[in-house]
């Protein structure tokens, strides 16, 4: 029987973990332990989050305003991408829906006919979180906050995920998780499975446990260092492998967005928060120094630097599995994708729910562990050809890193899926992935790539038709912000941090 599960480490992905066992399957029937070296510490970065956390609250049953005061919190309606496309260009990826899709077909079909009639080419006019963020106004329709009859707004956060991790500690040492301190130095294993039975801290006492959940960060202490179970290196495709981030000083208004500026060996991001800015310039050191970078990194600035800018370094990529023997790894001991599309907190989320469905009873099924690998292989490689597709597909030849990701071979999955793009205007999603067809079409139509054609299904009303719909839908968008409150205002009035 699996009665004893040990989570190495205390980071975002241990105290998450952590939290979602204890809530969903309790602490009655099984002992929950955590093990975590403040000594150590966290990776101490990770900011931006995508809708889906969401769930995650809900799960555990948070009060959404009071994890955003905990958390510093403030909204995020999307990602905002600046020279990426080509200097002094910029476009929006957005949560939420495209205008309306209509007749059996995506909306984006009769913006591509309305663009052949010399429409505008600024898609986001059909969007209200884009138009909400451009615009600092947000507001919360579910719940007693919204009109009711305002279709909801889709939105995620901008959070402070080190006071995430305390949050849900205190969460989960309520519901009988118990705290270890100290620092791993090695585990016992059993001669005859080869499965963990003990962890053995440095100052000599051990942990026992049937199941042990690894996330002790990049070196993934157990998933590799004691399973070695591999690493896909895809830094031929996402070659950024540094990151030098330091926080600055809060701005007067606190936009409901994230900022992603091309750079000339990688990309910044700012965050705004309640009570600071996040920055970090990612970048690939083959292209810039550590000093170069730090140098632009400081100047680029926009406020007062709060702490001294540290560097973080890592590999982009997935572990090649991440449950081995009683052993599953979760978080960046699972791999790491860069911070592009704030997909890691989700990803530990994903991995989560799929521990949950298949959680251990009486043994450690074969089949179970393969399809749990399987399935978070998949996750991984899907998010991963988005992310590439915002590097290759550019117009930029400034640098020699843009020279590089643009004439670099892309995985086949990929390079078959623009092409289908660039002809039809179809990016072929998959039920099973994260990003959708309206993130699709952001990214490759923000960085400039227009379809040729478009479904014939849009051709089969008139042209007044077409314009009398899509003003209505413009119409509706507007409507739709100027009712909202101002983003601030919002923050103020539910859930502004003490
Ligand atoms: P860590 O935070 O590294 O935690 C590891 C834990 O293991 C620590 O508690 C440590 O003490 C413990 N530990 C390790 N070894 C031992 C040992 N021997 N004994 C005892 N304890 C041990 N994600 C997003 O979703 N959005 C973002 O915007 C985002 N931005 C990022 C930017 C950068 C530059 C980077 C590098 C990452 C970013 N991420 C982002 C990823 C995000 O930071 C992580 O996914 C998240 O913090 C989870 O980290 P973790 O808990 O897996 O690891």
Same mark, same amino acid.
């Given at each position: 029987?699996?009665?004893?599960?040990?989570?190495?480490?205390?980071?975002?992905?241990?105290?998450?973990?952590?939290?979602?066992?204890?809530?969903?399957?309790?602490?009655?029937?099984?002992?929950?332990?955590?093990?975590?070296?403040?000594?150590?510490?966290?990776?101490?970065?990770?900011?931006?989050?995508?809708?889906?956390?969401?769930?995650?609250?809900?799960?555990?049953?948070?009060?959404?305003?009071?994890?955003?005061?905990?958390?510093?919190?403030?909204?995020?309606?999307?990602?905002?991408?600046?020279?990426?496309?080509?200097?002094?260009?910029?476009?929006?990826?957005?949560?939420?829906?495209?205008?309306?899709?209509?007749?059996?077909?995506?909306?984006?079909?009769?913006?591509?006919?309305?663009?052949?009639?010399?429409?505008?080419?600024?898609?986001?006019?059909?969007?209200?979180?884009?138009?909400?963020?451009?615009?600092?106004?947000?507001?919360?329709?579910?719940?007693?906050?919204?009109?009711?009859?305002?279709?909801?707004?889709?939105?995620?956060?901008?959070?402070?995920?080190?006071?995430?991790?305390?949050?849900?500690?205190?969460?989960?040492?309520?519901?009988?998780?118990?705290?270890?301190?100290?620092?791993?130095?090695?585990?016992?294993?059993?001669?005859?499975?080869?499965?963990?039975?003990?962890?053995?801290?440095?100052?000599?006492?051990?942990?026992?446990?049937?199941?042990?959940?690894?996330?002790?960060? %990049?070196?993934?202490?157990? #998933?590799?260092? &004691?399973?070695? =179970?591999? /690493?896909?290196?895809?830094?031929?495709?996402?070659?950024? *492998?540094?990151?030098?981030?330091?926080?600055?000083?809060?701005?007067?208004?606190?936009?409901?967005?994230?900022?992603?500026?091309?750079?000339?060996?990688?990309?910044?991001?700012?965050?705004?928060?309640?009570?600071?800015?996040?920055?970090?310039?990612?970048?690939?050191?083959?292209?810039?120094?550590?000093?170069?970078?730090?140098?632009?990194?400081?100047?680029?600035?926009?406020?007062?630097?709060?702490?001294?800018?540290?560097?973080?370094?890592?590999?982009?990529?997935?572990?090649?599995?991440?449950?081995?023997?009683?052993?599953?790894?979760?978080?960046?001991?699972?791999?790491?994708?860069?911070?592009?599309?704030?997909?890691?907190?989700?990803?530990?989320?994903?991995?989560?729910?799929?521990?949950?469905?298949? %959680?251990?009873?009486?043994? #450690?099924?074969? &089949?179970?562990? =393969?399809? /749990?690998?399987?399935?978070?292989?998949?996750?991984?490689? *899907?998010?991963?050809?988005?992310?590439?597709?915002?590097?290759?597909?550019?117009?930029?030849?400034?640098?020699?890193?843009?020279?590089?990701?643009?004439?670099?071979?892309?995985?086949?999955?990929?390079?078959?899926?623009?092409?289908?793009?660039?002809?039809?205007?179809?990016?072929?999603?998959?039920?099973?992935?994260?990003?959708?067809?309206?993130?699709?079409?952001?990214?490759?139509?923000?960085?400039?790539?227009?379809?040729?054609?478009?479904?014939?299904?849009?051709?089969?009303?008139?042209?007044?038709?077409?314009?009398?719909?899509?003003?209505?839908?413009?119409?509706?968008?507007?409507?739709?912000?100027?009712?909202?409150?101002?983003?601030?205002?919002?923050?103020?009035?539910?859930?502004?941090?003490?």
């Amino acid at each position: 029987m699996i009665k004893n599960v040990v989570i190495l480490g205390g980071g975002t992905a241990g105290w998450m973990t952590a939290a979602a066992i204890a809530k969903t399957v309790g602490t009655k029937n099984i002992s929950l332990t955590l093990v975590e070296s403040e000594e150590i510490g966290t990776v101490g970065v990770g900011e931006a989050t995508i809708p889906m956390i969401s769930l995650f609250n809900n799960v555990l049953g948070i009060d959404e305003n009071e994890f955003i005061r905990e958390t510093n919190a403030t909204f995020k309606l999307g990602i905002e991408f600046c020279d990426w496309r080509k200097k002094g260009h910029s476009y929006f990826h957005p949560f939420g829906l495209l205008g309306v899709d209509m007749d059996g077909i995506s909306f984006t079909h009769y913006w591509y006919r309305w663009m052949k009639m010399g429409g505008s080419p600024d898609y986001t006019i059909f969007n209200a979180e884009t138009q909400a963020a451009r615009a600092a106004k947000f507001i919360r329709t579910k719940g007693e906050t919204g009109p009711k009859l305002m279709p909801s707004i889709n939105y995620a956060f901008q959070f402070d995920a080190g006071r995430f991790a305390k949050y849900l500690r205190r969460f989960s040492e309520k519901l009988g998780v118990t705290r270890i301190e100290g620092k791993v130095d090695h585990v016992k294993q059993c001669e005859v499975t080869g499965n963990i039975n003990e962890l053995v801290l440095a100052d000599g006492n051990s942990v026992s446990g049937d199941f042990f959940i690894d996330c002790t960060g %990049f070196k993934g202490m157990l #998933i590799e260092g &004691v399973f070695n =179970a591999g /690493f896909d290196d895809w830094s031929h495709w996402l070659p950024v *492998n540094k990151a030098v981030a330091a926080p600055c000083e809060a701005a007067t208004k606190a936009v409901p967005y994230t900022k992603s500026t091309a750079l000339e060996a990688g990309w910044k991001w700012r965050i705004p928060l309640q009570n600071r800015v996040g920055n970090g310039y990612v970048y690939c050191d083959q292209y810039i120094s550590d000093d170069e970078a730090h140098n632009r990194f400081v100047n680029s600035l926009e406020g007062e630097l709060l702490a001294d800018p540290k560097i973080l370094r890592f590999t982009t990529g997935k572990r090649k599995s991440c449950w081995e023997k009683n052993c599953l790894a979760i978080g960046l001991s699972g791999g790491f994708l860069e911070p592009l599309e704030s997909t890691s907190i989700h990803l530990i989320q994903v991995a989560i729910a799929k521990l949950l469905a298949m %959680f251990p009873r009486e043994e #450690i099924s074969d &089949v179970m562990r =393969a399809r /749990f690998n399987e399935e978070m292989s998949a996750d991984y490689d *899907n998010i991963k050809d988005f992310l590439i597709a915002h590097y290759h597909v550019t117009e930029r030849d400034d640098t020699e890193f843009w020279r590089y990701v643009r004439n670099m071979q892309i995985p086949q999955t990929l390079a078959d899926r623009l092409e289908i793009f660039k002809a039809r205007g179809e990016a072929l999603v998959r039920q099973t992935e994260l990003f959708k067809e309206v993130s699709w079409f952001s990214v490759l139509v923000g960085q400039g790539m227009m379809p040729e054609s478009y479904h014939r299904v849009a051709d089969a009303i008139s042209d007044d038709e077409l314009q009398t719909r899509l003003t209505n839908i413009r119409n509706g968008v507007k409507k739709r912000i100027e009712m909202m409150p101002e983003h601030n205002a919002f923050i103020d009035q539910h859930c502004r941090a003490k």
